[in-house]
C-alpha cells in the first residue's frame, strides 16, 4: 500500500458516464482519493452516504472526493443514482489504479480467500500522499479525514 509521503503518478480513468478523468487535472488541490470493494453493498453504501452527508464541507475546503471501484461505470451510475451521491466514482475494471495504491489484497470469509479491494482512503495535496486510512471505517471515514486536515 502507499505511504504517506508518496507522489502520486498520473493517472486517468472513466466516471459513470464513460467522460475520462486525469488525476492530474486535480494535483494542485487537496484529493481525498477513497477505494471501496463494490457498489450498493452495505458497507459501501454507509461510507459513500457518509461522504455525500459532509459533501457540502468538503467542497467549502475545496477537497475533491473521488471514488474507486473495479465496478463498471454503468453500476457507478446505479450507484449514484440510487443514493444521490454528489462527488466522482471512478471505474478501474483493469485493477491497474488499484493495484498501484496496493489495495488488491487477499480478503478471506467465511474461511473462503480471495482478492478483492481494501477499504482504504488517501488524502492527498499537491500530489503527495499526506494521510493514508488503511482499513477506513464505512461510518466514520468521511467524518475523520476531516478531523485530520483541521
Given at each position: 500500500m502507499?505511504?504517506?509521503?508518496?507522489?502520486?503518478?498520473?493517472?486517468?480513468?472513466?466516471?459513470?458516464?464513460?467522460?475520462?478523468?486525469?488525476?492530474?487535472?486535480?494535483?494542485?488541490?487537496?484529493?481525498?482519493?477513497?477505494?471501496?470493494?463494490?457498489?450498493?453493498?452495505?458497507?459501501?453504501?454507509?461510507q459513500?452516504?457518509?461522504?455525500?452527508?459532509?459533501?457540502?464541507?468538503?467542497?467549502?475546503?475545496?477537497?475533491?472526493?473521488?471514488?474507486?471501484?473495479?465496478?463498471?461505470?454503468?453500476?457507478h451510475?446505479?450507484?449514484?443514482?440510487?443514493?444521490?451521491?454528489?462527488?466522482l466514482?471512478?471505474?478501474d475494471?483493469?485493477?491497474?489504479?488499484?493495484?498501484t495504491?496496493?489495495?488488491?489484497v487477499?480478503?478471506?470469509?467465511?474461511?473462503?480467500?480471495?482478492?478483492?479491494?481494501?477499504?482504504?482512503?488517501?488524502?492527498?495535496?499537491?500530489?503527495?500522499?499526506?494521510?493514508?486510512?488503511?482499513?477506513?471505517?464505512?461510518?466514520?471515514?468521511?467524518?475523520?479525514?476531516?478531523?485530520?486536515?483541521?
Amino acid at each position: 500500500m502507499l505511504s504517506v509521503g508518496t507522489k502520486v503518478k498520473n493517472f486517468s480513468l472513466p466516471d459513470a458516464y464513460g467522460n475520462l478523468h486525469h488525476f492530474d487535472d486535480y494535483k494542485h488541490q487537496t484529493v481525498v482519493v477513497y477505494f471501496y470493494p463494490k457498489d450498493n453493498t452495505s458497507g459501501c453504501t454507509t461510507q459513500a452516504c457518509a461522504f455525500r452527508d459532509l459533501n457540502q464541507i468538503y467542497e467549502e475546503k475545496n477537497i475533491k472526493v473521488i471514488g474507486i471501484s473495479k465496478d463498471s461505470p454503468k453500476s457507478h451510475q446505479s450507484f449514484i443514482m440510487n443514493h444521490q451521491l454528489p462527488f466522482l466514482l471512478l471505474s478501474d475494471e483493469s485493477l491497474d489504479v488499484i493495484q498501484t495504491f496496493g489495495v488488491w489484497v487477499e480478503k478471506s470469509m467465511y474461511g473462503r480467500k480471495y482478492m478483492g479491494v481494501a477499504r482504504a482512503t488517501f488524502v492527498i495535496q499537491d500530489g503527495i500522499i499526506t494521510h493514508v486510512f488503511e482499513k477506513a471505517s464505512p461510518k466514520e471515514n468521511a467524518s475523520d479525514i476531516l478531523k485530520a486536515l483541521k
